[in-house]
């Protein structure tokens, strides 16, 4: 037997801590009538952002799009939706 000590109960005290996850999903209607503060502060709430696009979607998203980008969160558009997550909620699109 070699001398690996794995302490469970410091594992799962840290698997709760890095689980927790704050936030809702937000749906909405990307249209350009929402002020791109607004998708921002949900964004640094820890939502995630549903959007529906009526318009140019790089038009429509400019005013957030690079911000988040920055913070580390993630935009991905799927067939007329806009999805935006917060830094630390990854989108796969393995299954494309």
Same mark, same amino acid.
């Given at each position: 037997?070699?001398d690996?000590d794995?302490d469970?109960?410091? !594992?799962?005290?840290h698997i709760d801590?890095?689980?927790? +996850?704050?936030g809702? +999903? +937000?749906?909405?209607?990307? /249209? #350009?009538t929402?002020p791109?503060?607004?998708?921002?502060?949900?964004?640094s *709430?820890g939502?995630?952002? !549903?959007l529906? %696009? /009526? #318009?140019? %979607?790089?038009?429509?998203?400019? #005013?957030?799009a690079r911000d988040i *980008?920055e913070?580390?969160?993630?935009l991905?558009?799927?067939?007329g939706?806009?999805l %935006?997550t =917060? =830094? #630390? %909620?990854d989108?796969?699109?393995d299954?494309l």
């Amino acid at each position: 037997m070699s001398d690996f000590d794995l302490d469970l109960r410091t !594992v799962e005290e840290h698997i709760d801590e890095e689980l927790d +996850i704050e936030g809702s +999903i +937000i749906l909405g209607m990307l /249209d #350009g009538t929402t002020p791109a503060e607004e998708w921002l502060e949900a964004i640094s *709430k820890g939502n995630v952002l !549903v959007l529906n %696009v /009526d #318009g140019d %979607v790089n038009e429509l998203a400019s #005013g957030f799009a690079r911000d988040i *980008k920055e913070s580390g969160g993630n935009l991905v558009h799927f067939r007329g939706f806009l999805l %935006v997550t =917060p =830094p #630390g %909620v990854d989108v796969s699109t393995d299954r494309l």
